[in-house]
Every structure is written in C-alpha cells, then in structure tokens.
C-alpha cells in the first residue's frame, strides 16, 4: 500500500515554471514505478511522465519532452516534476500515480494508486 500526497501546483504565465512534488508513504516506496498523468475539463485522462524504481529510466508523453523533468528521491519518499516552458494546454489537474513493480507503459490503468491531484493553471 502506498499513499500519495501533490503539492506545488498553482497559476503561472505562459513560458513560466512550476514544481510539482509527490510524497508517498509508505515503506516499500522503492518498489513502485510513479507515473503523473493529468486531466483537463472534458478531456481524457493523459500520461505525461513516469519514473522506474531505482530512477534510472524516465519516460515521457512527446507533448512534454524536453521541456518537463522526473526525478525521484527514495531516500525521501519523493517524486518530482519539474516543468518548464509552460504552455496554456499544459493547464490540467496533475495527478501523481503509483503502480508496484517495473514500469509497463502509459495506460492509466496500469496504475493503482492515485493522490487527490494538484491543479497547475497557464495563463496566456
């Protein structure tokens, strides 16, 4: 079990960043593969990025590469993401996700263990 905790969302200009973090419970949080996907008013829920288990490989929606940074730090219980360049379509809730075990992919449904969410809003 683990349990997942957003911060760090807020309104931000176009061009602008922001860092949103994910503090997880739990003792095993080494064992979980965390993802962020974010939803949009009417829109589908959308992977954005995910981060494996030791931290060692990062995955990304192509709508963000380049411009959005995963990182994790076990030691604290912690996932980050770093967003930069920010974009009025990158206005969404933000929802940090877990799943136990390697990474598997992009679908939502892979993903067990949601947090409440962090709204990030882009003005332009």
């Known amino acids: 079990q683990v349990q997942l905790v957003e911060s760090g969302g807020g309104l931000v200009q176009a061009g602008g960043s922001l860092r949103l973090s994910c503090a997880a419970s739990?003792?095993?949080?080494?064992?979980?593969?965390i993802g962020w996907f974010r939803q949009a008013p009417g829109n589908d829920r959308e992977f954005v990025a995910a981060?494996?288990?030791?931290?060692?490989?990062?995955y990304y929606a192509a709508s963000v590469k380049g411009r959005f940074t995963i990182s994790r730090d076990n030691a604290k219980n912690t996932v980050y993401l770093q967003m930069n360049s920010l974009k009025p379509e990158d206005t969404a809730v933000y929802y940090c996700?877990?799943?136990?075990?390697?990474?598997?992919?992009?679908?939502?449904?892979?993903?067990?263990?949601w947090g409440q969410g962090t709204q990030v809003t882009v003005s332009s």
């Open positions: 996700t877990a799943k136990s075990g390697p990474y598997s992919g992009t679908n939502y449904r892979f993903y067990g263990y």
């Open positions: 739990g003792r095993t949080f080494s064992g979980y593969t």
């Open positions: 981060i494996s288990r030791s931290g060692e490989g990062t």
